[in-house]
């Protein structure tokens, strides 16, 4: 019975014939001894030694390119988590302005800070030439009205919500009063009445629409000397802030 030479066609053609060329300097050193000439590798053998490193280089290679998506998907994964994060920093913040004044004021009603100095601040910040008045207000149960005169330049009237951003200003003018009258309208109230801008023939007082239902208006009252303390005392208590009688 005759056996046949086993065939290495599935070894691509320069990786066949180094392997053959190993065989054949096995074979001659079990023929010669372990010798120089054992350890002497074949022509053949030299040129095609550097034939192997080559194909396992190429075979690395491709397989790394293979797995481009896995790595474009991992990329596309942390640019969304990273964003997500930055964009959610306010929300898991500690020390926001909200959360200070919602464990010092109460909520819907009028409250007038001290003036600002090195031991009493409570926000980071604040003006020391300027009076505070703040209304920590909640509109889950009834729309807030606000109310206030701004007599001069320097005043100003402010909403913000539980994360800080400003949605609402008003600044006051050089010599002139400026009255405002506002209806904070929680979101997703659809039916709520009233105009959006002060119309000269109905004075209809202007709806608000909140992006949140709570939040917090504040009110700059500029400290210009004690001669005008009593003034902005007064105009400090003329301001309003509760929610709306519905009857």
């Not at 010669?32 to 095609?48: D, E, T, V």
């Amino acid at each position: 019975m005759r056996l046949e030479r086993p065939s290495f066609s599935f070894m691509p053609p320069r990786l066949r014939d180094l392997w053959v060329g190993r065989r054949r300097a096995v074979a001659t050193a079990s023929i010669y001894g372990s010798g120089a000439i054992a350890s002497r590798p074949l022509p053949h053998q030299a040129a095609n030694r550097g034939a192997l490193g080559d194909w396992f280089f190429v075979r690395w290679i491709r397989s790394l390119l293979g797995q481009w998506r896995f790595g474009a998907a991992a990329l596309v994964a942390g640019a969304i988590i990273h964003i997500l994060v930055t964009l959610s920093a306010a929300d898991f913040s500690q020390t926001s302005a909200f959360r200070i004044l919602s464990e010092e004021i109460a909520v819907n009603q009028v409250t007038f800070a001290d003036p600002v100095t090195s031991q009493s601040q409570p926000l980071p910040f604040l003006s020391p030439d300027s009076l505070y008045t703040y209304c920590l207000f909640d509109a889950s149960l009834a729309q807030i009205r606000v109310s206030v005169t701004l007599p001069d330049a320097g005043w100003s009237l402010s909403l913000h919500t539980p994360k800080g951003e400003n949605f609402y200003y008003v600044p006051g003018i050089v010599s002139r009063e400026t009255r405002i009258e506002l209806v904070l309208d929680p979101p997703g109230n659809v039916f709520a009445h009233g105009a959006t801008e002060v119309s000269e023939a109905t004075q209809a007082i202007p709806v608000v629409k909140l992006p949140d239902v709570r939040g917090l208006v504040i009110l700059r009252s500029p400290i210009k000397g004690l001669a005008y303390r009593r003034k902005v005392d007064e105009q400090r208590a003329s301001f309003m802030c509760a929610p709306q009688d519905l009857n």
